[in-house]
């Protein structure tokens, strides 16, 4: 299982993705929100292109925005894993997922809580995850939903029966309590259980199980 590092409430960005990129954490994640998709409005790609320009770590980036394609031209250019866009009121869904793909960029689709999965479906063979959104989009810090293991169970069980191997990201709301309930996850995104401690590879240590 891989982590995916979510700096989205940190007060002190620049130090915490300097010391994020120290630790072992697999990707370190970007939450991109655009004031009308979702009625946050976090970092410009300047300020992440900045923030991001001396570190070894590569990008999860997770767009909450309602036009993608003009961030995703932007974003290719960093050193990028995953871009991952959503499903729900997103204009120009198809064409976005093409262009990522088209640079050779893994292509991610997330759903909030209460989306329902099977919606998903006509595109799981076009992309290479999916993000479950464990929390609703806005801010870290919140409460994992209570079905996510459920739902996780059943998204898990259909790729298997139709043979995809498509990866899936849990992101909100994980902790080391919690962390059984999304154990069949390939990838987890976690924020504030690492960044509200003095010892950040400590707590990823305990979200590996070590
Ligand atoms: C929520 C974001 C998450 C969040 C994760 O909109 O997409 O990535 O920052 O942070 P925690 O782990 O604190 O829920
Ligand atoms: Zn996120």
Not at 53 to 68: G, T, W, Y
Not at 151 to 160: A, E
């Amino acid at each position: 299982m891989k982590i995916s590092a979510s700096f989205l409430e940190s007060n002190n960005i620049i130090e915490d993705i300097y010391k994020l990129d120290k630790t072992d954490v697999d990707y370190l994640h970007v939450d991109i929100m655009d004031g009308n998709w979702v009625k946050r409005k976090t970092f410009k790609y300047k300020e992440i292109k900045h923030y991001t320009s001396n570190i070894s770590k590569r990008l999860d980036i997770h767009l909450m925005v309602k036009k993608p394609l003009k961030y995703v031209k932007k974003y290719i250019d960093l050193n990028v894993a995953f871009i991952t866009i959503h499903l729900e009121d997103t204009i120009d869904l198809n064409k976005t997922i093409n262009y990522i793909k088209a640079h050779n960029i893994k292509v991610g689709l997330s759903i909030k809580p209460e989306t329902n999965f099977e919606s998903l479906y006509p595109y799981l063979e076009k992309i290479d995850l999916v993000l479950l959104m464990g929390v609703n989009p806005g801010y870290g810090g919140q409460k994992i939903v209570d079905n996510i293991n459920e739902r996780l169970t059943k998204l898990k069980n259909y790729l298997n029966t139709k043979k995809l191997n498509t990866l899936i990201s849990v992101d909100g709301g994980i902790n080391n309590d919690n962390k059984h309930l999304v154990s069949k996850a390939d990838i987890l995104v976690i924020g504030s259980y690492i960044l509200n401690s003095n010892n950040y590879q400590e707590q990823i240590n305990k979200m590996r199980g070590n």
